[in-house]
Structures are given as structure tokens and as C-alpha cells.
């Protein structure tokens, strides 16, 4: 069973991914802010990310690029955010998301992602 990590400060939008996710039979675990998320990327490895970029203590680009500089197995993430303008973007991407989602993300848009990602779909 694949495992995925959400990481949100917002307890609405953690619920909502994993009511879509684990729907879906995927193993999901949750991270309220980036210092929690590396803490738990690096205890055991997991095989996708959701990252929201504006939380406490550590943002989602911070998170990002702290997991990404680490000898740990890299595996994609989504980073999903509110933010819309190009240069956000183009900061995950600088940061190591492997695709941007503009919030709202409706479930059926972040499942078919989450399968391409993990290489259950063909595109």
C-alpha cells in the first residue's frame, strides 16, 4: 500500500485529502507544518507528498528543499497552494515539487495526479 504524507496547517484540507485518498486505498499520514513533515519523511520514508506552502515554522518550499538536500529516498510531491501567480510555481519547482496544484483542488483532479506520480496512470 502506498504511503503519503499531507502536510497542512489546515485540519479541513488534511481531512479532505485523506477522505479522497484513503477512499482509494492509499496509507496517509498527516503533518501540520514542515518541521513535522521532515521529521516524519525522515523516521520512515514515504512514497508521495502534499505540501501546502504557507504554514508555520516551516513553509512548504522550506520543507522541500531541507527533504530534498537529505541522503533519503526522493519521491515526488504536489505542492498545492492558493497561491496562483507564475512565480510561486516557479518556487516550488526551484524547491523540488514535482507538479503545482492551484487550491481548490477537487478530488478526482488529485487522485488522477497522485496515480501519474506514483506511476499507476499513463498521462
Given at each position: 500500500?502506498?504511503?503519503?504524507?499531507?502536510?497542512?496547517?489546515?485540519a479541513t484540507?488534511?481531512?479532505?485529502y485523506?477522505?479522497?485518498?484513503?477512499?482509494?486505498?492509499?496509507?496517509?499520514?498527516?503533518?501540520?507544518?514542515?518541521?513535522?513533515?521532515l521529521?516524519?519523511?525522515?523516521e520512515?520514508?514515504?512514497?508521495?507528498?502534499?505540501?501546502?506552502?504557507?504554514?508555520?515554522?516551516?513553509?512548504?518550499?522550506?520543507?522541500?528543499?531541507?527533504?530534498?538536500?537529505?541522503d533519503?529516498?526522493?519521491?515526488?510531491?504536489?505542492?498545492?497552494?492558493?497561491?496562483?501567480?507564475q512565480?510561486?510555481?516557479?518556487?516550488?519547482?526551484a524547491?523540488?515539487?514535482?507538479?503545482?496544484?492551484?487550491?481548490?483542488v477537487?478530488?478526482?483532479?488529485?487522485?488522477?495526479?497522485?496515480?501519474?506520480?506514483?506511476?499507476?496512470v499513463?498521462?
Amino acid at each position: 500500500m502506498k504511503r503519503i504524507l499531507i502536510v497542512d496547517d489546515a485540519a479541513t484540507i488534511r481531512m479532505y485529502y485523506r477522505n479522497a485518498l484513503v477512499t482509494e486505498k492509499f496509507s496517509v499520514e498527516e503533518a501540520v507544518n514542515g518541521v513535522e513533515a521532515l521529521e516524519k519523511a525522515l523516521e520512515s520514508p514515504f512514497d508521495l507528498y502534499i505540501v501546502d506552502i504557507n504554514m508555520p515554522k516551516l513553509d512548504g518550499y522550506g520543507f522541500l528543499r531541507e527533504l530534498r538536500s537529505q541522503d533519503v529516498l526522493q519521491v515526488p510531491a504536489i505542492m498545492v497552494s492558493t497561491e496562483a501567480e507564475q512565480r510561486d510555481q516557479e518556487k516550488a519547482y526551484a524547491a523540488g515539487a514535482n507538479l503545482y496544484l492551484t487550491k481548490p483542488v477537487k478530488p478526482d483532479q488529485l487522485l488522477f495526479h497522485v496515480r501519474l506520480l506514483l506511476g499507476e496512470v499513463q498521462p
